[in-house]
């Protein structure tokens, strides 16, 4: 059974926001609530009216797909060269969620 996001999409409405995104690992209440996904990485949850969108590790992509409520599923290495990735680096985390939100239009 999917939630109830109405609330949120009145609040995105009327605050003029484009999405809500969550980044953490699956302790995160609001990161399971809004994506379905239970992980023990970290990872980028961002809802917006049109649907609810994951940024995964690549270890995690295949179960994000089978057991989230996304609409899509994504990976940085698709939005950035995997040598550009540095685990648990902030350069390299922030250019493929810069990237991901753009391409779901939330600036």
Avoid at 62 to 69: L, T, V
Avoid at 83 to 102: N, V
């Amino acid at each position: 059974m999917d939630p109830d996001l109405s609330p949120l999409d009145d609040f995105l409405g009327a605050a003029g926001y484009d999405g809500y995104l969550v980044d953490g690992d699956g302790t995160n209440s609001d990161q399971r609530y809004l994506s379905g996904f239970d992980a023990p990485d970290p990872f980028t949850t961002l809802y917006t009216p049109d649907g609810t969108y994951l940024l995964v590790s690549s270890l995690e992509y295949g179960r994000a797909r089978k057991e989230s409520r996304a609409d899509e599923v994504a990976r940085p290495t698709e939005y950035v060269d995997r040598s550009e990735i540095d685990a648990g680096s902030l350069a390299s985390t922030a250019a493929p969620t810069a990237a991901f939100l753009d391409d779901h239009g939330v600036e």
